[in-house]
């Protein structure tokens, strides 16, 4: 099963986009789900996760505004970026782990959507 990252692009500062995460092919079901971003020359950071019961937890850096949420109907992940800074320019990558149509489970990672900040 592969995950497809998106709904990345270019917005100024203070801006906002939302990023959707979401399977390539039909699954019975997403668990647990990470955003993760690299920005170039840096090392891969945590920015949020979902649990599969709604738990959410986010990186100190972007509490307060950027929002994980899922659709479990159409087992997708969004993360609504608020507040959008510089820093917040990178690749973002989604991780997940579930169950796959054919019940086996599986542990997967996003293409990466590009998410650049700037003036």
């Known amino acids: 099963v592969q995950l497809q990252a998106s709904g990345g692009g270019w917005v100024q500062p203070g801006g906002s986009l939302r990023l959707s995460c979401a399977a390539s092919e039909t699954i019975s079901s997403l668990n647990d789900v990470d955003w993760y971003r690299q920005a170039p020359g840096k090392q891969r950071e945590f920015v949020a996760i979902i649990t599969e019961a709604g738990n959410t937890n986010y990186a100190d850096s972007v509490k307060g505004r950027f929002t994980i949420s899922r659709d479990n109907a159409e087992n997708t992940v969004y993360l609504q970026m608020t507040n959008l800074k510089p820093e917040d320019s990178a690749v973002y990558f989604c991780?997940?782990?579930?169950?796959?149509?054919?019940?086996?489970?599986?542990?997967?990672w996003g293409q990466g959507t590009l998410v650049t900040v700037s003036s």
């Open positions: 991780e997940a782990d579930g169950i796959a149509a054919n019940w086996e489970r599986f542990r997967s």
